[in-house]
């Protein structure tokens, strides 16, 4: 859940993965005063140790400030959430080593989103690129979904998916686009350059207009007359796949 000015992340596993990752962004912790101290050892002594303050308050405070979500009796209160630069991420890549990023093409369901950006951190994609149209927003729900990875992987937010094909077209990198109709399957296709897979809406997929400007386009192979994946079950193939070949 955000705010103008913070973001309040929730539960144990997410609040502790943001005392180890980004310490310096939290400006309170917020714990249900009916839990023991030997239940959260972990999260007193990192907030201890970065000089965190951690408050004991009623779950109606709790409540007040996330609404009714599985809590877990732990908010953490940070500064809004923040994205990388897509300049200041270029500046660091390694192209001979051909990265890949995946391009999120209007994922609306926060669950997505966060599954999304979990899959790639786990595979080494370089940044996962968003539109700042008809896309779900790095918020609460996103960082628990993605259990914490929210904080370990670039998250880029351009104006557009128009902007973000020039940029990463210019920069480098192949774009492919994933469409149930390309000639060409996942298994087949050649990645062996820097590399953006676009994933499209959970609904409607990739505009025609859009896949029609990606370098190429590939299909993930399926059985029984199944029509379409889940888009953060694609990512996670897509994502996979490509780290299979970069292993060798």
């Excluded at 180890?20 to 005063?33: A, C, G, H, S």
């Excluded at 877990?72 to 300049?87: E, I």
Aim: hydrophobic residues 40%; glycine residues 6%; neutral net charge.
């Amino acid at each position: 859940m955000t705010t103008s000015d913070n973001l309040f992340i929730y539960g144990k596993n997410p609040v502790e993965e943001a005392l180890k990752t980004r310490p310096d962004e939290i400006d309170k912790i917020y714990v249900k005063n009916s839990l023991r101290n030997s239940t959260f050892n972990e999260i007193l002594q990192l907030s201890n140790d970065n000089g965190v303050p951690l408050v004991r308050v009623p779950g109606q405070k709790l409540y007040n400030l996330v609404g009714k979500v599985n809590d877990q009796g732990f908010v953490a209160q940070m500064s809004a959430a923040k994205y990388t630069d897509f300049y200041d991420w270029a500046e660091t890549l390694i192209l001979s080593e051909n990265p890949a990023v995946l391009l999120l093409n209007g994922i609306e369901d926060p669950h997505n989103f966060g599954a999304i950006l979990r899959s790639a951190a786990a595979a080494g994609i370089s940044a996962v690129i968003i539109p700042m149209q008809n896309q779900a927003p790095v918020n609460a729900t996103v960082f628990k979904t993605s259990a914490g990875t929210a904080g370990r992987i670039p998250v880029i937010r351009v104006h557009d998916t128009n902007q973000a094909f020039k940029d990463l077209q210019l920069t480098g990198f192949s774009i492919v686009g994933l469409d149930g109709n390309a000639d060409q399957t996942l298994w087949e296709a050649d990645f062996d350059r820097p590399v953006a897979f676009l994933i499209g809406n959970e609904g409607k997929g990739i505009r025609k207009s859009e896949l029609k400007r990606c370098d190429a386009t590939v299909s993930i192979p399926m059985e029984h007359k199944v029509e379409s994946l889940n888009a953060s079950v694609s990512a996670a193939l897509v994502s996979y796949e490509w780290k299979r070949r970069k292993m060798g």
